[in-house]
Antibody, heavy 114, light 109 residues
Framework: EVQLVESGGGLVQPGGSLRLSCAAS????????MSWVRQAPGKGLEWVANIKQDGGEKYYVDSVKGRFTISRDNAKNSQYLQMNSLRAEDTAVYYCTGVWWRYWGQGTLVTVSS | QAVVTQEPSLTVSPGGTVTLTCGSS?????????PYWFQQKPGQAPRTLIYDTSNKHSWTPARFSGSLLGGKAALTLSGAQPEDEAEYYC?????????FGTGTKVTVL
C-alpha cells in the first residue's frame, strides 16, 4: 500500500522557519518526481515546488522562490520542504504528492501568526 | 506565472451531464500542458481523476472523461451521481512549473 506521511507543520511567527518532511512507502521513491502542494483555509490548491528523481532539477512557484527549498533523500524515501521567512499568506495545509500526482498525503497544517 | 481559469460553480441534475473547462492566460491549452483533473471533497486530500488530457486511473468512474475543447481542457461528467458533488481542479504544466486552476464547485441537485 502506498503511503505519503507529512510531518513538521505547526504554528510559527512571521519571519520564522519550518521544515516539512514527507515519508514515502509502497513505491519506488527514487524513480519519481515529487511535489508539494498547499491549500490556504477555504481556498484552492496551489502548486509549490517539484523535485526530480535525483534532486538535480527543482521548480518553484514565484511566491516562494528564494524563501523555500525542496530537497529529498532517496536513501530515506523522504522529501522535505525548508520554509524560511514565513509570511501570513503561507498559512495553509501542505500536501506531499508524487508519481505524477497519483498519490497524496493527508497534509500538514502550517499556521504563520504572531 | 500563468493564470488558469475554471468556472466558479456549476449545477447538474442527477443523471445529467456537465462539462467543466480549464483555460490558460497564455493561450490555447494543448496536450503539451499535460492537463490533469482532480476531485476534492471537504476535509479530504485531492484525488486524481484524469491525467495527460484524457487518461483515467483504475479508480476513475467511467462517467468522467477528459478532452480538449475549443482551446481549453475539459472534464465531462455524464450521468452525475450525488457522490460527484465536490470541488474540481485542473492542473497545467508550463515547462517544469505547474499551475492549478481556480476550481469549480459542482453541485448535484
Amino acid at each position: 500500500e502506498v503511503q505519503l506521511v507529512e510531518s513538521g507543520g505547526g504554528l510559527v511567527q512571521p519571519g520564522g522557519s519550518l521544515r516539512l518532511s514527507c515519508a514515502a512507502s509502497g513505491f519506488t521513491f527514487s524513480s519519481h518526481w515529487m511535489s508539494w502542494v498547499r491549500q490556504a483555509p477555504g481556498k484552492g490548491l496551489e502548486w509549490v515546488a517539484n523535485i526530480k528523481q535525483d534532486g538535480g532539477e527543482k521548480y518553484y512557484v514565484d511566491s516562494v522562490k528564494g524563501r523555500f527549498t525542496i530537497s529529498r533523500d532517496n536513501a530515506k524515501n523522504s522529501q522535505y520542504l525548508q520554509m524560511n521567512s514565513l509570511r501570513a499568506e503561507d498559512t495553509a495545509v501542505y500536501y506531499c504528492t508524487g508519481v505524477w500526482w497519483r498519490y497524496w498525503g493527508q497534509g500538514t497544517l502550517v499556521t504563520v501568526s504572531s | 506565472q500563468a493564470v488558469v481559469t475554471q468556472e466558479p460553480s456549476l449545477t447538474v441534475s442527477p443523471g445529467g451531464t456537465v462539462t467543466l473547462t480549464c483555460g490558460s492566460s497564455t493561450g490555447a491549452v494543448t496536450s503539451g500542458h499535460y492537463p490533469y483533473w482532480f476531485q476534492q471533497k471537504p476535509g479530504q486530500a485531492p484525488r486524481t481523476l484524469i491525467y495527460d488530457t484524457s487518461n483515467k486511473h483504475s479508480w476513475t468512474p467511467a462517467r468522467f472523461s477528459g478532452s480538449l475543447l475549443g482551446g481549453k481542457a475539459a472534464l465531462t461528467l455524464s450521468g452525475a451521481q450525488p457522490e460527484d458533488e465536490a470541488e474540481y481542479y485542473c492542473l497545467l504544466s508550463y515547462s517544469g512549473a505547474y499551475v492549478f486552476g481556480t476550481g469549480t464547485k459542482v453541485t448535484v441537485l
